[in-house]
């Protein structure tokens, strides 16, 4: 039986045309894109023309679209950079940030800024009844991600964003796992600066990008830190075939995510039907408690709590191992926090029971995903967990 691969919100499988696009640029315009040669020129034309490719699919302009390591050093500069511009006030992120954000807000709190964590309720929407509160003075930044990778929840963004903007308040959204669920449409959003990464949508890894409003951008550059000039928000060689990768990968998409005030409404396609189907088949096992809301959430997204039909905890590493041994592979939990041992900080923030706070698992499809895949794996997992089940009794 082949592998199936269910972890798409930690990373993907390059797509074919990627990996093609990324061996021609290698071998064929190597150039450092700063020289002024023709070796250089040949390779930052080839730059420009990813950068212009990418932002048309986004429907925003080249001058907008900033290339960074990936959505980890794009919510870094998001925050800090812009926060060196400010005078030191409130910063607001949710309780169920990527831990990238977390970690920056603990650092810009060292540094003497007010750090406030919007909570959310028991789906992991924020509570709107605290708006008025958690934007008022002296709240100078708001970061709030868009789409939850370990719960699947989708927060208001444009409702958030058009609210900042009365009360002049800059904001950020990291749509890291938004985008390989559809293209966005950068002039309807109520967003400052955004933040992806390409090799969650089947491109390559060590690249992604920061978009930045034009007044950002301004701002920026009454104080040019971290290498901002010339279309260029850091220091250091572009790497050219990384990023035509990263705008081949953007090509593979066709469909627009529509964004109203209070929604986000995915298209439907082969993936969230995938989804959609994978979840009637596991709805009724009596081993999981599906977490996370019904509508409001991530396409390709299935997280539950994991136990004996006894309702007695069962760790979700101990059944990411156990699936693995049988080549199915999912995940406990975000890539970036799943070597830290306890309770699962966002289980904690949507206020799960404190025994099924290491019981999380997550399920993440891909295209690759087809039909076949889908009955295999309900059968692998059913069976799975009956034999953990007689294993435990």
């Not at 002039?187 to 491109?203: T, Y």
């Not at 396609?269 to 408690?289: A, C, E």
């Amino acid at each position: 039986m082949k592998d199936i691969y269910l972890d798409a919100s930690a990373t993907t499988p390059p797509h074919l045309d990627v990996i093609t696009k990324l061996k021609d640029i290698q071998f064929e315009c190597w150039g450092n894109p700063s020289s002024i040669h023709k070796v250089g020129v040949i390779a930052r034309e080839i730059l420009e023309r990813s950068r212009l490719s990418i932002a048309n699919k986004l429907k925003a302009s080249s001058d907008e679209l900033f290339f960074t390591s990936g959505a980890t050093e794009s919510n870094f500069l998001a925050l800090k950079a812009v926060s060196n511009n400010l005078d030191k006030g409130r910063i607001v992120i949710s309780s169920v940030e990527h831990p990238s954000i977390n970690l920056i807000a603990n650092q810009l709190r060292n540094e003497g800024w007010d750090i406030k964590y919007w909570p959310v309720d028991s789906y992991g929407i924020i509570d709107l009844d605290l708006l008025e509160e958690v934007l008022s003075p002296p709240t100078k930044l708001v970061s709030i991600i868009w789409g939850q990778s370990e719960i699947g929840s989708i927060q208001p963004i444009n409702l958030i964003g058009m609210e900042c903007k009365k009360r002049n308040i800059l904001f950020h959204t990291d749509a890291t796992q938004v985008l390989p669920c559809g293209l966005i449409d950068w002039s309807n959003l109520n967003v400052d600066m955004l933040s992806a990464s390409a090799h969650k949508l089947q491109g390559p890894k060590g690249i992604g990008l920061l978009m930045l409003r034009k007044g950002i951008q301004d701002l920026l550059m009454k104080n040019p830190s971290y290498g901002f000039k010339n279309g260029s928000i850091r220091s250091g060689t572009e790497s050219v075939p990384l990023i035509a990768g990263f705008s081949t990968a953007i090509d593979l998409l066709n469909e627009y995510i529509e964004v109203k005030d209070n929604q986000t409404l995915f298209p439907v396609n082969n993936v969230s039907k995938m989804t959609s189907r994978l979840k009637k088949n596991l709805i009724n096992n009596k081993h999981f408690t599906f977490i996370g809301p019904d509508i409001e959430r991530l396409p390709n997204n299935l997280s539950f709590l994991c136990h004996t039909e006894s309702m007695i905890p069962i760790k979700g590493r101990e059944i990411v191992r156990l699936l693995s041994k049988h080549g199915v592979y999912i995940s406990s939990g975000s890539a970036c926090s799943s070597s830290i041992q306890g309770p699962n900080p966002i289980l904690v923030a949507i206020n799960v029971d404190k025994t099924f706070q290491e019981s999380g698992l997550r399920i993440t499809i891909g295209p690759w995903i087809s039909n076949d895949d889908i009955t295999s794996v309900s059968n692998i997992i059913f069976e799975s967990l009956q034999t953990l089940e007689l294993k435990k009794q």
